[in-house]
């Protein structure tokens, strides 16, 4: 079962193999935001290498007429081992950049204040060109989307994937639902620098739309490979769409820890696979 799923959610164990998929969801409108698989390293050694594996990546990019950018895991690149090793390599990442894009991947509550204070610094220095994912799951996230209102970057709004514990987080798909779309409303007001959707849920994206309408706000609307492929396609006809792209050797260990995290991404997979 493993094989057929890392096929199909996974862009080959290769950059090369990688820029290929790009290159087909180019030709369908469709851009890329590429993620190296790999995460939770103990020991700075991995951490460093797959920042410089980011580095050549964004030279290959830089180098195609490719529309692509790339994302990245905090704990892959030293969080683990220190946070002054994750922002010294997340520094080399985006000085390397140029004109792409970088995100910063957000993984569970402990990494929160780390991420995010790295994207406010790197963003600001830079004037822009950085963006960070936020999690509507999270309590905490009101509050956070309110210090990043004026940030010259992106921010891209998730429901959650992590299971995290009630203290922090809401457990109910109900009230998630609507802080979600409370946050997004709130981003489409006061964001000026563009909202990142991060959806899969058909009623978030129809409401993104109404809100883009309504205050005229630049918005791009984000997917992972594998899920809803066929509406990405239709969705670019019209609307700026980037499909998240994870590739690499890992894809073993990155398929368990998806399904060990919560049971419902098992069956959000199983769903995926079978097209509904």
């Not at 989307?145 to 998730?158: S, T, W």
């Amino acid at each position: 079962m493993i094989p057929p799923i890392a096929n199909r959610f996974v862009a080959g164990e290769t950059p090369a193999e990688a820029l290929d998929h790009v290159k087909e969801l180019n030709e369908r409108n469709v851009n890329a935001i590429l993620n190296l698989l790999g995460e939770h390293y103990d020991d700075r050694g991995p951490a460093d290498e797959d920042a410089e594996h980011y580095v050549r990546l964004l030279e290959d990019i830089d180098r195609s007429d490719l529309s692509a950018c790339v994302s990245v895991k905090p704990s892959q690149v030293g969080l683990d081992v220190g946070t002054h090793v994750f922002r010294e390599n997340m520094e080399r990442i985006v000085d390397a950049a140029d004109d792409t894009f970088v995100w910063i991947d957000m993984e569970d509550h402990t990494t929160t204040d780390a991420t995010l204070d790295a994207y406010e610094e790197l963003a600001r220095e830079r004037g822009g060109g950085v963006g960070v994912c936020v999690q509507a799951n999270l309590k905490r996230t009101e509050s956070d989307l309110e210090r990043l209102a004026d940030v010259p970057g992106k921010v891209r709004l998730v429901k959650g994937a992590y299971d995290e514990p009630s203290e922090v987080a809401y457990k109910q798909k109900e009230r998630v639902d609507a802080v979600y779309r409370e946050y997004l409303a709130y981003m489409f007001q006061e964001f000026d620098g563009g909202v990142a959707v991060g959806s899969h849920d058909p009623a978030m994206i129809e409401y993104a739309k109404d809100l883009h309408e309504e205050y005229g706000t630049d918005f791009e609307i984000q997917m992972l490979m594998g899920v809803r492929e066929d509406a990405q396609y239709d969705l670019a006809r019209d609307y700026e769409v980037w499909q998240y792209v994870p590739y690499g050797g890992k894809w073993l260990s990155y398929f368990y820890r998806r399904v060990m995290e919560r049971k419902e991404n098992l069956l959000f997979a199983a769903r995926a696979v079978l097209g509904r």
